[in-house]
Every structure is written in structure tokens, then in C-alpha cells.
């Protein structure tokens, strides 16, 4: 597995380097952001580990530069920042976990393991490769989304949002449901990043159907409708 590390403080880098190639792992390990964006841009990695504070450009900005390119490598957020606005703007940026500086070695493994392996499948439920919801059509495999045949990119996390939501066709799926089973972190009411990946999908699919096909249960969570003319 090729892990791409951005982190411009020398000791952690070095210090994550180490850690992950002990585990096997096959690193590059840059110090600079435009550095990284360029290894991201132009290389197939299985996971990149993200530094907010970079001194050529904020790890935000790189993580919406790889998102837009339409690259879906998972993303891990490193940071000494703990406040939840900081959290959340990563998450929203299309980052996949946020871990928070100092953190444990064997964190820092199963947070990449996890990622990684969310990537490649949504558990729960229906094994078929294909789901079909009405004009809605996923493929897990390949990781394509369609709506009415048209190709909609989604990112990683909207991705697995979809697919999970999919799998649970007209049942409400709560808030909590979603933080643990999709993203894999115990939910923060504080919180609304998930508001905000539902708005992110919702506005796909609007965009190519008039139909409103991911409802909102009001204080509960969220339904996808089979039939949502019914």
C-alpha cells in the first residue's frame, strides 16, 4: 500500500515515515504543500496523511484541489487544532478522518486501516455489486454513481454515504447510524457536517433529476425513497 505523507515538521515526518514503513506501508513524505498536491495530482496513492499547517499553502486548500481533480484517494487529516470548526471544515473539504496532534502510533495505523478499507466497501447488508434505487444507480466495485444513466462524481465520503443510504432504502437512518457505520466516529451533535455531505449529494442529484430521493425525518435523520412521487 503507497501512502503519501505531507507534513513539513522534519521530526514528525520522519517520525510517521518510520512508524508506517515498520507496517509495511510504502511512503513518500514531502514537506511542502504545492509538493504534495503535484505527487497527488499525478500519482496513484491508496491514502494521503495531510498537515493543515503547511508553510506554501494551507492543507484545506489541498484537500479541495485533490477533491475537485476528482481523485478519491482517502484522506487523513493531521492537525494540532482540536476545536470542532477545524474538524468539520476538513471533513467538509472532503477529508476522510481527522486525527489530532500528538497522537498514538497504533492511532495512527487504524485510522489508516479503517479509511482504506471503507474505501473499498460499505459494510451492512445487499453483497451485489450493483444497487439500484429508481433512476439511482451505484456501483460498489467500481465506485461509479448515475442518476437517469448520466455519470454524478462523488467523493469518497459521499460515496459511501450514498451507498449506505442505498442499502437502506425507505428506513429512516439516524444521525448517530450514519457517524459510526459510514464515517466511523461516535456522533457530535454539535456538529453538522453530515447536514451538510446529505446537502452536497441532494444538490448532485438535483442537477440532473427533479426528483427528491434523500428526505429529512425531522430530529431523527434521513430517508431514501424508493418512490418519492408516492
Excluded at 518510520?18 to 491508496?46: C, I, M, P, W
Aim: proline share 3%; with cysteine.
Amino acid at each position: 500500500m503507497r501512502i503519501l505523507v505531507i507534513e513539513d515538521d522534519d521530526v514528525v515526518r520522519t517520525l510517521i515515515q518510520r512508524v508506517l514503513e515498520k507496517n509495511g506501508y510504502e511512503v513518500t513524505s514531502v514537506s511542502q504543500a504545492l509538493h504534495g498536491e503535484k505527487l497527488a495530482l499525478e500519482n496513484n496513492f491508496d491514502c494521503i496523511i495531510l498537515d493543515l499547517a503547511l508553510p506554501d499553502k494551507n492543507g484545506l486548500d489541498v484537500c479541495n484541489v485533490v477533491r475537485e481533480a476528482g481523485i478519491t484517494t482517502p484522506i487523513l487529516i493531521l492537525s494540532a487544532r482540536k476545536n470542532i470548526d477545524t474538524k468539520v471544515s476538513g471533513l467538509t473539504a472532503g477529508a476522510d478522518d481527522y486525527l489530532t496532534k500528538p497522537f498514538d502510533n497504533k492511532e495512527l495505523i487504524a485510522r489508516i486501516q479503517t479509511i482504506t478499507r471503507r474505501t473499498r466497501t460499505v459494510s451492512d447488508v445487499a453483497p451485489a455489486d450493483i444497487l439500484t434505487i429508481g433512476e439511482l444507480k451505484l456501483h460498489q466495485i467500481k465506485r461509479e454513481f448515475y442518476v437517469k444513466n448520466t455519470p454524478v462524481w462523488l467523493t469518497n465520503n459521499e460515496f459511501n454515504l450514498m451507498a449506505y443510504l442505498m442499502k437502506h432504502v425507505d428506513k429512516v437512518v439516524e444521525k448517530e447510524e450514519l457517524a459510526d457505520k459510514v464515517w466511523g466516529i461516535k456522533f457530535d451533535t454539535q456538529t453538522n457536517f453530515i447536514n451538510v455531505y446529505v446537502s452536497y449529494v441532494r444538490k448532485k442529484i438535483s442537477d440532473v433529476t427533479d426528483k427528491d430521493y434523500i428526505q429529512t425525518v425531522r430530529k431523527r435523520g434521513f430517508i431514501l425513497k424508493s418512490n418519492p412521487d408516492a
